[in-house]
């Protein structure tokens, strides 16, 4: 393959002239005529491939399945095509991790057969052994998923998916599909999938979330075998813009209180908040057979503010099975792309990635429901080299971070600024072939913004950077801070304490070698700015 070179002519400009806008001709120094030639490789496939976000060795990857935690390892299965990078007949890639961060891939789990493709689904620990699975003083690990008959499908049928179990009892490594499946048959419905159990320890009983079409089936059973369907939700209620997949559905508590609402999460594809896929989410109260959402949530449309993630690219998410409760949180991990290109970005060898995972808090403000989420604290683990200032003026485009502070391509960035002003603050990363990346905070309009119509590779689709990402905030703080996680070719940002999330990836000609902020019309003080390099083995 031809290596494709930039023949870059740029000059060399002193460090003191981005420092200021208002400098004076008096007070500039002297540009000197330093012309330089050189040749830059433009990055492509392998350089892509993620610094800590996970991604399959190779070909493609959609949905995290079936995710459990249990004797002291996080377990992801994924949405897999060993053959190609490409969608198609899916199975379950396997990988583990102590930390949530650096994962180890395994042996495919769970393979097509007879009955239809492997499609999304969940997994859970059957501590008690309500399944009778569990022998030998094993404990049984049950899998549900959806079978898809591809061969139903091209003759038309309406009832080509159905639901089936597998188990395991060596911890997820090989599996035994249920003789009985499916053990939930198709009632009639085009797009009937992507089931997520959930022990309902308030009711005593396991309950399943299943999504068909454009809303939500909930199911109950005692022993993971024998289900029955109790209720729906959704119809005329949240975002509608195509088909509603990957739901969750778990109990949390309201941050620093006693009090108990159910979160439903729900994907679906096309409709989300910037177009493509999206995940958005209800509040309410399950009664052991129906959700009642929120009043709040009661009657929401298209544009409503609930979503997981208002980026492009946090698609299919669902929460860890299993957690400890010593530990606490509600843990969350992301497909990190969106249907609308998925198969087309510039990768060959490999295909998608996941996002960082993340802790889920259910938040109430101004009398309100809200999920936040931020990184999990384990990141924090891989944090090396430092950079920190205070009190830092800007007064037009100021650089604030270069590589040799930090680099740009595996960090974790921390800020705050104080008594904003009706002005955009707009950050910038940049690279010596001028690829630019532009996010921030336009406050005139109460709005959040990514815009990545300039970062290198872009015209593989006409949907990928043809329109600025925008996100409304929805704190009413008179301060902002947020933590931004930058991998090679991605761009995860928390607002207000992670209030408001966008995630979006990109893939620039070169690494990133600066981040630089601005504000649009007035000079401001950047109270605070903490960066730390992410250290990988």
Known sequence: MKKIVYLLVYMVIPVSFFTSC?????????????????TVEIQKDEDFRPNFHFTPKNN?????????????????????????????PMHWG?????????????????????KGYIFSGSAVVDKNNTSGFGKDGKTPIVAMFTYHDPKGEEKGAIDYQ??????????????????????IENPGIKDFRDPKVTWDGIHQQWIMVLAAQDKTLFYTSKDLKNWTRQSEFGEGIGA??????????????????????????????????????GTQYFIGDFDGKKFTPVEQMSNLDSNHPYWIDFGKDNYAGVTWANIPEENGRTLFLGW?????????????????????????????????????????????SYRS??????????DGLTKIID??????????????????????????????????????YDHSNNEFFINRSKVGQTDFSKEFASEISTAPRISTANNLDGTIIIDRTSIELFFDEGKTVMTEIFFPNRPWETLSVQSMDVPFTLNEIEAYQLTFN
């Not at 208002?22 to 050189?38: G, N, S, V």
């Not at 991790?97 to 007879?114: G, L």
């Not at 088909?243 to 594809?269: A, H, R």
């Not at 707009?426 to 990346?437: A, H, M, P, R, T």
Request: charged share 25%; proline share 5%; net charge negative.
């Open 22 to 38: 208002k400098e004076t001709k008096e007070h500039a120094a002297p540009i000197k005529d330093q012309t330089k030639i050189t």
């Open 60 to 88: 493609w990857m959609n949905d995290p399945n079936g995710m459990f935690y249990f004797n002291g390892y996080f377990h992801l299965f994924f949405q897999y095509y060993p053959d190609d990078n490409v969608w198609g």
């Open 94 to 114: 396997h990988a583990i991790s102590s930390d949530m961060i650096s994962w180890k891939e395994q042996p495919i789990a769970i393979y097509p057969d007879e």
């Open 162 to 183: 159905s639901q089936a179990i597998a188990y395991s009892l060596d911890e997820g490594q090989t599996w035994t599909k249920y003789e009985a499946n499916p053990v």
């Open 240 to 277: 509608h813009g195509g088909v509603w997949e990957c739901p969750d559905f778990f109990p949390m508590y309201v941050e620093g209180t006693d009090e108990v609402k159910w979160v439903l999460i729900q994907s679906l594809n096309p409709g989300g908040y910037n177009g493509g896929s």
């Open 336 to 380: 990190m792309s969106n249907w609308e290109y998925a198969q087309k970005v510039p990768t060959e060898t490999w295909r998608s990635a996941m996002t960082v995972a993340r802790e889920l808090k259910l938040e109430k403000m101004d009398g309100k429901y809200l999920i936040s989420s931020v990184p999990v604290k384990e990141l924090q």
């Open 385 to 394: 080299k430092k950079y920190k200032d205070q009190n830092v003026q800007i």
């Open 403 to 440: 590589a040799e502070k930090i680099a740009l391509s595996s960090a974790e960035i921390r800020f705050e600024i104080s008594d904003l002003q009706k002005t955009t603050y707009q950050f910038k990363l940049s690279n010596l072939v001028g690829d630019e990346l532009l996010f921030g």
